[in-house]
Nanobody
Framework: QVQLVESGGGLVQAGGSLRLHCAAS????????MGWYRQAPGKQRELVAA???????NYVDPVKGRFTISRDGAENTVSLQMNNLNPEDTAVYYC??????????????WGRGTQVTVSS
């Protein structure tokens, strides 16, 4: 019913920047929250940043001041600007959205993930 497609991952040197992008499509009535999670090898998936439909944002402490999440409500997209990357940011990054569908049910959707690798 709803698809999330990520783009923008890749390989970058420490101190560099990347921008991730996620577009949602399908039977969308309203997106309540969009965000980014990441999962490093051997670790649990963790929230990186999220933004509500009202524009409130939330960041995990290690990325505060380095990452910025932004959302285009009209286009159902969310981006994550990542600056001053370090090797600890290496992970698969997943787009997430809490979506109220056109049938008025609310579901949690995930993208397939995009790899971010930061070399030292």
């Amino acid at each position: 019913q709803v698809q999330l497609v990520e783009s923008g991952g890749g390989l970058v040197q420490a101190g560099g920047s990347l921008r991730l992008h996620c577009a949602a499509s399908g039977s969308i009535r309203r997106i309540n929250v969009m965000g980014w999670y990441r999962q490093a090898p051997g670790k649990q998936r963790e929230l990186v940043a999220a933004v509500t439909s009202g524009g409130d944002t939330n960041y995990v402490d290690p990325v505060k001041g380095r990452f910025t999440i932004s959302r285009d409500g009209a286009e159902n997209t969310v981006s994550l600007q990542m600056n001053n990357l370090n090797p600890e940011d290496t992970a698969v990054y997943y787009c997430n959205a809490v979506v109220q569908t056109t049938s008025f049910a609310t579901y949690n959707y995930w993208g397939r993930g995009t790899q971010v690798t930061v070399s030292s």
